[in-house]
Each structure stands twice: as C-alpha cells, then as structure tokens.
C-alpha cells in the first residue's frame, strides 16, 4: 500500500538527527503537547504512523524514564498511552509543568534557541498534522484541540520569518481548531522550516509537473479550438465556391482566384498557409484569405 504524503513527510521529520538536549526537548514537547491527549487524567497520541507511534514512546523514556505502552490494532490504528498517574507528572516535570495550569498554553522555555522553534513545529506536526497529496491540492494543516494552544501555535508561526510572515487562517471542525495554509508557497517554506526538505522538493516538483500538464491541456485545447475554427470556415468557403461553380463556372472567375478557389473546393480543412504553399506562384497566407473573402462576396452576390 503507497505511503500518503503526510506518512512520508511525518517519517522524514522523524528521522532528522535530535541528539542535542535542546531539539530534543523542543520536538518532544511539540509532539506531546499537541497529542491526541496531554493531562494528568489522560496522556496518550492515537496515530495510523507505526514509526510516530514509537518515537513517542522513546521520548517518553528518554524524557522522563517513563514507559508507555502501545497497543495497534487490525485496522492499523497505533495508540501510545503514558497510564500511570506518577508517570505523567514526570512527564510534566520534565517540561517544566505540574499539569494544573489552567489552560494549555505554549510554554517558550521548552524551545531553547532559535534553531529549535523548526523542532517544535516538527513535533506539533507530527502530532496533529496532515498535508495534502500535492499532485491533487495545496493544503496543509493542524488540527488543535484547545483554543488559546491554538492562538499561542498561530502567533509562533507568524514569527517564523518576520520579513515575509507566514500567515496561517483558522476554522472550527467539529471538536477542533484546525491552522491551515492554502498555496504550494507557505506550505514549501514551512516544511523547508521544520526540516522535511526532501518533501518541500517533492511538492516543488509536483507543483512543475502540474504546471506543464496544465500548459500542455491549454496549448491541446487551443490547437482544437482553432483547427475548428479553420474547418469550420474551410467548409463556408467550399460551399461558396461551389456555388459559383455551379451557377457560372469557374471560366466566370479571374485567373487569380479560380486556382485557390480549386484548392479549397478540394480541401476544405486545408489552412490557409497550406494553400499557400500549394499555390503556383507563391502567396502570402494572408494573400490566400484575402483572395477567399473574395470567392464568398461573389457568391453573396449572384
């Protein structure tokens, strides 16, 4: 079964090097912070990602000491869940919370340096995050179970590059607040940010390829468009044509049109730069059509 992007995406985040202490912890707190559920009653991330799955549960060790189980089941659905009531304190402790704060907030000092803001948004992503095929649509998302945790992720990501601020919009989806971005460009710059730079390649060239088909569709459609056109006048001037000929003859015609009204008659989807180049004594395509509007007054006229 073919991986989604949002799998390879997630499994390109993951695999980056964290060995430092403070992208660890940044990226840990990203992704427990943003989990399926992070409180003293319940601590645990639901995810199809067997990989995301695993990484949760090794920060929880690394982190804390703490084991967490994960339970899979036949549907490919992988839940990591921290059970014990004295594990998730520990859990808290290590970022520096008691998990009584009155609402989840983004708490800065877990994200120790500049370099490190990309780890976060690599954990909150990895978390509650999914990205569109780009070969179908440019749409890239968090879904966030809290409104002020929200607020705090909206506001961190307009800070990212203070120059040309990336913009995320919001909506309410049933029980969630979900930042999205519409674009191939903010959703490039924002994986190039957190550290999927392979992905950001993949949509850049999704993006060319869709590009050329488009232009390819248009010049295909153009060409029909015209080669109507053209038979479509073709036809009206065989038709006039014909019936000079058959009320006068062609004797009745100048010398300079009975040769290309000869031509038409016999190609009526001929282009004019055919005829041209069928003519005797060369002509200009615009030559061929001024001697045709010709051939069609006359007929007008008998």
Same mark, same amino acid.
């Given at each position: 079964?073919?991986? !989604?992007?949002?799998?390879?995406?997630?499994?390109?985040?993951?695999?980056?090097?964290?060995?430092?202490?403070?992208?660890?912890? /940044?990226?840990?707190?990203?992704?427990?912070?943003?989990?399926?559920?992070?409180?003293?009653?319940?601590?645990?991330?639901?995810?199809?990602?067997?990989?995301? %799955?695993?990484?949760?549960?090794?920060?929880?060790?690394?982190?804390?000491?703490?084991?967490?189980?994960?339970?899979?089941?036949?549907?490919?659905?992988?839940?990591?869940?921290? %059970?014990?009531?004295?594990? =998730?304190?520990?859990?808290? %402790?290590?970022?520096?919370?008691?998990?009584?704060?009155?609402?989840?907030?983004?708490?800065?000092?877990?994200?120790?340096?500049?370099?490190?803001?990309?780890?976060?948004? /690599?954990?909150?992503?990895?978390?509650?995050?999914?990205?569109?095929?780009?070969?179908?649509?440019?749409? @890239?998302?968090?879904?966030?179970?809290?409104? $002020?945790?929200?607020?705090?992720?909206?506001?961190?990501? !307009?800070?990212?590059?203070?120059?040309?601020?990336?913009?995320?919009?919001?909506?309410?989806?049933?029980?969630?607040?979900?930042?999205?971005?519409?674009? !191939?460009?903010?959703?490039?710059?924002?994986?190039?940010?957190?550290?999927?730079?392979? !992905?950001?390649?993949? @949509?850049?060239?999704?993006?060319?390829?869709?590009?050329?088909?488009?232009?390819?569709?248009? @010049?295909?459609?153009?060409?029909?468009?015209?080669?109507?056109?053209?038979?479509?006048?073709?036809?009206?001037?065989? =038709?006039?044509?014909?019936?000079? =000929?058959?009320?006068?003859?062609?004797?009745?015609?100048?010398?300079?049109?009975?040769?290309?009204?000869?031509?038409?008659?016999?190609?009526?989807?001929?282009?004019?730069?055919?005829?041209?180049? $069928?003519?005797?004594?060369?002509?200009?395509?615009?030559?061929?059509?001024?001697?045709?509007?010709? @051939?069609?007054?006359? %007929?007008?006229?008998?």
């Amino acid at each position: 079964m073919k991986k !989604s992007f949002t799998h390879e995406v997630k499994s390109e985040l993951l695999a980056k090097d964290r060995e430092a202490d403070n992208a660890f912890l /940044a990226f840990c707190y990203g992704l427990f912070l943003f989990s399926s559920a992070f409180t003293l009653n319940a601590m645990y991330l639901k995810t199809e990602n067997r990989e995301l %799955a695993h990484a949760y549960a090794a920060g929880a060790k690394r982190l804390a000491g703490v084991k967490a189980n994960i339970v899979s089941t036949k549907g490919g659905t992988y839940t990591c869940e921290i %059970a014990a009531a004295e594990d =998730k304190k520990r859990i808290f %402790a290590a970022f520096s919370l008691s998990g009584s704060e009155f609402a989840l907030r983004i708490n800065r000092t877990n994200i120790d340096g500049e370099s490190c803001y990309a780890d976060f948004l /690599a954990g909150a992503f990895c978390a509650c995050g999914s990205v569109a095929d780009p070969k179908k649509d440019y749409h @890239l998302e968090f879904a966030v179970a809290y409104y $002020q945790l929200c607020k705090d992720l909206m506001k961190l990501i !307009s800070e990212i590059e203070p120059d040309e601020p990336l913009v995320p919009k919001k909506v309410v989806r049933k029980y969630d607040m979900v930042v999205y971005f519409k674009g !191939s460009e903010p959703i490039e710059d924002l994986l190039f940010f957190m550290g999927a730079q392979n !992905s950001a390649f993949d @949509l850049v060239n999704a993006k060319v390829e869709k590009d050329i088909r488009n232009r390819a569709n248009r @010049l295909k459609n153009c060409d029909s468009a015209n080669l109507d056109k053209v038979t479509k006048a073709g036809v009206k001037q065989a =038709k006039a044509i014909r019936r000079i =000929k058959n009320k006068k003859g062609f004797e009745y015609l100048p010398e300079e049109l009975r040769e290309v009204a000869q031509i038409r008659l016999e190609n009526p989807d001929m282009a004019l730069s055919e005829i041209a180049a $069928q003519m005797q004594e060369p002509i200009s395509r615009s030559g061929v059509n001024h001697r045709l509007k010709k @051939l069609e007054k006359i %007929a007008e006229e008998l």
